[in-house]
């Protein structure tokens, strides 16, 4: 037999978020096709994908109407600049975009980091436009993710990332997350997002001088492991925002495009006047081209622009990349935001989750499972293990049961395509819990840990 792909690839390609030395144990799967929610290996196995492909792909592999929609793009108009150019994709999408979340002056990059940086050097420049330069200060949260360039890793709390390059950053202020895991013992939900509450309240009256933005996930902290909470709090933070001009960043890169149930997950927040609360940016990114195409945009208020609108070229927004509003990525988002006026995703959706949540009772239910969580089309559970190799094993053993699933930690979760049937619901679940017992029959686990979970 020649050499595999995979062979190939641990030679050739560098992977991300791998110890390249692990792959010589466990080579990467090579992927020869998507149909729907399942990817085809080289051997012919097939794997549902349970994670979306990292939280982007909503619609499954080969969706036909992004398909149809990029090959129908690729005929007219491939790519082209977009300073001093423009085209009718991006203009389409940017319309429809601002119609969605009330904000607008849709700025384009290529991912989600790039999102969050675009997002941090616009809320700091335009204080410093406003005669307040004095406010260049973030504020993320305890376990928040907003991507890995320098920049979005300074707002980044995963201590792993944070250690291994904290020379390089500027760290942001890392105040309480919401998470209801994070609770004292006792201490019952309402009171955590209080005291969460009241920790902004006291950053913000302290430096609120200094600070440009918070920036946040809103509801779902997922690279923490899908920490899920409570909309009280984002309806406080943007209360406490506004009184203290600081600006409210709201991450939806993981979370926009309905996968938390409604279009946005910021939505789900109310402010005093009953009405959903506005950030004064909106990352997209992920789940905007339905994961086909790298994309990734952010909307912003009309006050946020007009503190650029000047005769000086220093008070423009300085931020340019050379993809900037790809033609072929636009028209796969505008048959994203096609698909789910058409097919009224989010009610379809919540027939699936009510079917997958009654399926998957066997997990919650689990012995050696608590903190199960669910909202929208995000299920996770904390499985009791001290296994340092447990989410590396579950990967593997996952795959060898059709499944691509990636615990974070020991957070157990499900983020599927938008398309899954009742068969493939079935094996999703029938299959993660074949593999947790596999993993957990096999368990490493320190003769203390073990001293420590038996007392
Ligand atoms: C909330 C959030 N923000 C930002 C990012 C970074 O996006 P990208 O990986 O495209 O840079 C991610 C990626 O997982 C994310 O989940």
């Known amino acids: 037999m020649g ?32 149909e729907g929610p399942w ?5 012919g196995h097939r794997i549902l994908d349970a994670v979306s492909s990292w939280w982007v792909n909503l619609f499954g592999h080969g969706f036909a109407p992004i398909r149809e929609a990029i090959i129908d ?10 300073a001093g150019l423009t085209h009718a994709p991006v203009v389409e999408l940017s319309e429809r975009l601002g119609a969605l979340t009330g904000l607008g002056h849709a700025f384009y990059a290529s991912d989600g980091a790039s999102a969050t940086e675009i997002a941090l050097k616009m809320s700091a420049h335009s204080w410093r436009n406003r005669g307040r330069p004095g406010k260049h200060r973030f504020i993320g949260l ?12 300074s707002v980044t709390d995963i201590p792993l990332f944070r250690e291994a390059y904290a020379p390089l950053l500027r760290l942001s202020a890392t105040l309480p997350s919401p998470d209801p895991r994070h609770a004292a013992p006792g201490v019952s939900v309402e009171a955590h ?7 902004l309240a006291d950053h913000l009256a302290e430096h609120h001088e200094s600070t440009a933005a918070l920036i946040l996930e809103p509801l779902v902290q997922g690279a923490a492991g899908m920490g899920m909470y409570a909309p009280a709090y984002l309806s406080a933070a943007r209360a406490l925002c506004d009184h203290h001009q600081v600006h409210l960043i709201c991450d939806e890169i993981a ?201």
């Not at 190939?8 to 998507?34: E, F, N, Y």
């Not at 990817?39 to 051997?43: A, N, T």
């Not at 793009?73 to 977009?82: C, T």
Request: overall charge neutral; some cysteine; hydrophobic content about 40%.
């Open 73 to 82: 793009q690729l005929g007219q108009l491939d790519h082209i600049m977009l």
């Open 3 to 34: 050499v595999t792909l995979a062979e190939r690839s641990r030679h050739a390609v560098w992977h991300p978020c791998t110890q390249m030395k692990g792959l010589d144990q466990a080579p990467p799967r090579a992927i020869v096709r998507g």
């Open 255 to 455: 979370v926009g495009f309905g996968r938390t149930g409604t279009m946005f997950a910021h939505q789900q927040a109310r402010g005093a006047d009953g009405q959903p609360i506005r950030p004064d940016f909106i990352c997209l990114s992920k789940g905007l081209t339905g994961g086909v195409l790298p994309l990734s945009a952010v909307l912003t208020t009309d006050e946020v622009y007009a503190a650029f609108w000047d005769d000086r070229t220093t008070h423009g927004f300085l931020h340019s990349h050379s993809y900037t509003g790809n033609p072929l990525a636009c028209r796969a988002a505008l048959a994203v935001l096609d698909t789910f006026e058409r097919d009224d995703v989010l009610a379809r959706n919540r027939a699936t989750a009510a079917r997958l949540s009654a399926l998957a009772a066997p997990l919650t239910r689990h012995p050696r499972v608590s903190s199960h969580r669910q909202i929208g089309m995000i299920w996770a559970w904390d499985i009791d293990t001290t296994d340092p190799t447990f989410a590396a094993r579950f990967h593997r053993t996952a795959l060898d049961m059709g499944l691509l699933l990636r615990p974070i930690g020991n957070s157990l979760y499900f983020m599927p395509p938008y398309v899954l049937t009742e068969a493939d619901m079935q094996h999703l679940v029938d299959g993660a819990v074949r593999t947790l017992e596999q993993v957990l029959a096999h368990e490493a686990v320190s003769s203390s840990a073990r001293a420590e979970r038996l007392a």
């Open 142 to 153: 305890q376990g928040g993710y907003h991507g890995e360039t320098v920049g979005a890793l």
């Open 193 to 199: 997002t209080t005291a969460c509450v009241q920790a």
């Open 39 to 43: 990817l085809i290996d080289e051997q």
